[in-house]
């Protein structure tokens, strides 16, 4: 797993906690305690977004699939939360990338190479 972030600060006064604009994207497909799901068949992923770009924070989320361990990926639509996978045969696995940009342009990437693998 990676996670990116992308944001403007400044300074800060010595000794001050100062949050970060660091949002995250979160992906919750519901596998067996083996990390599998039956391949072959469509997998509903619930994906959320904490942090300033959560709620009224969002101006965009993408979330994108690879089955080549991330080599290409592939545009998903979030519908009601959540995304739609095509699972593959057997044997294969699933990565997950989601880029969340919250409004006032502090952007996060977050990428999971083999969410989940399918048998």
């Keep these: 797993m990676t996670a990116t972030w992308w944001f403007r600060s ?6 001050a906690t100062t949050r970060l ?8 497909p519901t596998v067996r305690m083996e990390g599998t799901v ?5 997998l509903r992923v619930p994906v959320t977004v904490q942090g300033p770009a959560a709620g009224r924070g969002l101006r965009s989320l993408a979330v994108a699939v690879s089955y080549d361990d991330g080599r290409t ?6 519908r009601d939360g959540a995304v739609t ?5 057997a044997g294969g696995h699933v990565s997950l990338r989601g880029t969340v940009v919250d409004t006032a342009g502090n952007r996060s990437e977050v990428t ?3 969410a989940y693998l399918t048998d």
């Design 21 to 28: 604009p660091a949002s995250v994207v979160r992906f919750a």
């Design 112 to 114: 999971v190479l083999r």
């Design 73 to 78: 990926w592939t545009a998903l639509p979030v």
């Design 38 to 42: 039956n391949g072959g068949h469509p």
């Design 10 to 15: 400044g300074a800060t006064r010595a000794g």
């Design 85 to 89: 996978v095509q699972g593959p045969a």
